[in-house]
T-cell receptor
Framework: KNEVEQSPQNLTAQEGEFITINCSYSVGISALHWLQQHPGGGIVSLFMLSSGKKKHGRLIATINIQEKHSSLHITASHPRDSAVYICAVRFGGGSNYKLTFGKGTLLTVNP | NAGVTQTPKFQVLKTGQSMTLQCAQD?????MSWYRQDPGMGLRLIHY???????DQGEVPNGYNVSRSTTEDFPLRLLSAAPSQTSVYFC???????????FGQGTRLTVV
């Protein structure tokens, strides 16, 4: 079965701390997405990766295809980073449009 | 650029009522999809479409219908609402299988 696992489920940090959220998946993928959802809010795409590393501001996403693992890092965390972070993957290759989602990681950053 | 627009944002239905959740995108995306989000679970695919006139079932299609008469619009119909359909619904679109996905703001549906 194609599965996506995220860890941790919940994460509490102090402002300024370095945050890491992990995502692992069961079989080969064509792309991995990191998404952000604020409480009661919509879902925003942060990154789409198929290899290597991407950086946007204080956010960094990496993927290791051989190990079937991705990480989302937040440097110098801030209370406004408090949200649910969701990993989603497209399994297989070719034109598979479907996304399979992890259950999300609830991040709380305290001032 | 509006992106993906969902309406309504909130809805309360009585068991047995029908309704349509609207989804529209202005990015000329081929792929559109509907998901439901329930506590403790990842988003689950209800129905999807890879272009106008083409739809298919996802993981949890029962009780829902879709159609795709235009590239822009992908409405989700609840035929006879049940309390088990209480959920938050998201519509999403992407231009290709290897491009970014764009999500609507969600519809919070309660069936009483």
């Amino acid at each position: 079965k194609n599965e996506v696992e995220q860890s941790p489920q919940n994460l509490t940090a102090q402002e300024g701390e370095f945050i890491t959220i992990n995502c692992s998946y069961s079989v080969g993928i064509s792309a991995l997405h990191w998404l952000q959802q604020h409480p009661g809010g919509g879902i925003v795409s942060l990154f789409m990766l198929s290899s290597g590393k991407k950086k946007h501001g204080r956010l960094i996403a990496t993927i290791n295809i051989q190990e079937k693992h991705s990480s989302l890092h937040i440097t110098a965390s801030h209370p406004r980073d408090s949200a649910v972070y969701i990993c989603a993957v497209r399994f297989g290759g070719g034109s598979n449009y479907k996304l399979t989602f992890g259950k999300g990681t609830l991040l709380t950053v305290n001032p | 650029n509006a992106g993906v627009t969902q309406t309504p944002k909130f809805q309360v239905l009585k068991t047995g009522q029908s309704m349509t959740l609207q989804c529209a995108q202005d990015m000329n995306h081929e792929y559109m999809s509907w998901y439901r989000q329930d506590p403790g679970m990842g988003l689950r695919l209800i129905h999807y479409s890879v272009g106008a006139g083409i739809t298919d079932q996802g993981e949890v299609p029962n009780g829902y219908n879709v159609s795709r008469s235009t590239t822009e619009d992908f409405p989700l119909r609840l035929l006879s609402a049940a309390p088990s359909q209480t959920s938050v619904y998201f519509c999403a679109s992407s231009g290709n299988w290897n491009t970014e996905a764009f999500f609507g703001q969600g519809t919070r549906l309660t069936v009483v």
